[in-house]
């Protein structure tokens, strides 16, 4: 059995909604306190904070990840992702529970972390090594590729502080990358690079793991979860839901956001200030009957009832398709066809959008419908809100390849 790199055993982290971090405890304060709320005052001194007062971040987490492993930690905004990787960094003590770390750690958790703002980007490289435990010599050996990736070298004696968000970016990641921690720990802060830049860093992070260094990214982008990693760990409201293959973990935690997996969602009327909004929506299949899951010689129908409490000169439906891991496939708008274009009265209206047959290969899919008013206002989004399912294969082939089956033209030229 290979060396465990990280074993964490009921871990867990609480705080205090709404506690400052330098509260003032002056003789003067505290007869304030006594004296606008006695009894308030008198409770929280003698039996501490409520427990509505408490919150619990991450709540008896527990896992393990084997030396040289690469795993990917998913969840909703708030989960208790980044508060794990703080405790496995060593940044934020944990209430309770254990985490063992066995080997040099590198982490880069959020832009500039490990920085000192008045030091050039030189030094803060040498200081970084250092922290890692590194000679000057091993980092001298570095030093130029380091640079290189992260294209700065026309500012690498300026002070960071100076820098933008994107050369911080550039520098921190380069320098958490090539000073070769044993376990890197990575928080979902390549979003702020451009696009090709995090091209660059998704390349670097999948070569980390083919040298059989350990690491564990936490991240929003499901398609870089599937590439990157063998194993994902599904946090949900701080505990670990699901530890599994990262296909089959980013499928549960995609389909765990439906709501509904019949081919129907009716929603709930929004507050009255929302100008435009979605009603419900439906998948038909051939025969018009509602469906979760079409044979691919069968059309399939998405109607889309919203609803305006205003009039909107300018206003569009989206519809986008995306496949098992998130990865857009398709998308279409109502504005793409001149008889629906609008204006649209103040009303509620019906849309309709219709995908032929032999078009998608068999396969699970997800629905993602938005409604927005050109070019950048959106009202209303419902992300991977229906799931359905494509089974069978027009051309009785052995196998498929890829996920659209739409057929052909072929000739036979002599």
Not at 281 to 310: H, M, Q, W, Y
Request: hydrophobic share 40%; with cysteine; aromatic share 8%.
């Amino acid at each position: 059995m290979s060396q465990i790199a990280i074993q964490v055993e009921n871990l867990s982290k609480r705080y205090r909604i709404g506690a400052r971090e330098n509260q003032v405890n002056t003789l003067r304060e505290r007869i304030g306190n006594l004296l606008a709320s006695p009894f308030a005052y008198l409770r929280s001194t003698l039996h501490g904070p409520s427990e509505e007062e408490m919150i619990w971040a991450i709540k008896d987490v527990s896992f393990e990840v084997k030396q040289g492993e690469v795993v990917g930690i998913i969840g909703r905004n708030g989960a208790g992702k980044s508060t794990l990787l703080k405790i496995l960094s060593r940044i934020t003590e944990p209430t309770n529970g254990l985490a063992v770390i066995n080997g040099r750690v590198g982490s880069l958790l959020e832009v500039g972390t490990g920085f000192h703002p008045e030091l050039t980007g030189r030094e803060n490289i040498y200081l970084n090594g250092a922290i890692l435990g590194m000679r000057k010599t091993e980092i001298d050996g570095k030093f130029d590729e380091i640079v290189d990736f992260a294209e700065i070298e026309k500012f690498i004696d300026t002070p960071v502080k100076r820098y933008s968000s994107g050369m911080y970016m550039r520098l921190a990641f380069a320098v958490a990358a090539h000073l070769e921690p044993e376990i890197l720990l990575v928080d979902e802060v390549l979003a702020v690079g451009d696009a090709d830049f995090q091209r660059k860093c998704l390349g670097k992070m999948g070569k980390i793991g083919k040298e059989g260094r350990t690491v564990a990214l936490v991240s929003h982008n499901m398609t870089s979860i599937v590439k990157l990693c063998g194993t994902a760990i599904w946090i949900d409201n701080g505990r670990v839901s699901t530890i599994d293959d990262a296909k089959n973990t980013v499928q549960a935690y995609l389909a765990s956001g439906l709501s509904a997996i019949n081919g129907q969602v009716v929603f709930e009327e929004p507050h009255e200030t929302i100008k435009a909004y979605v009603s419900s929506i439906e998948l038909r299949n051939g025969n018009d009957k509602i469906a979760s899951e079409f044979d691919v010689l069968s059309p399939i129908k998405v109607r889309i009832v919203f609803r305006c409490t205003r009039r909107f000169t300018r206003f569009r439906v989206a519809v986008v398709v995306s496949l098992f891991d998130g990865v857009p496939l398709f998308s279409t708008t109502s504005q793409d066809y001149d008889s629906i274009q609008g204006p649209f009265e103040a009303g509620t209206y019906h849309a309709q959008l219709f995908i032929p047959a032999q078009f998608l290969a068999s396969g699970q899919y997800y629905l993602t419908v938005a409604l927005d008013e050109p070019p950048v206002k959106q009202h209303d989004l419902h992300e991977h809100i229906l799931r359905f399912k494509v089974l069978g294969n027009p051309f009785r082939l052995a196998r498929n390849v890829g996920f659209l089956v739409h057929p052909f033209e072929w000739k036979l030229l002599s």
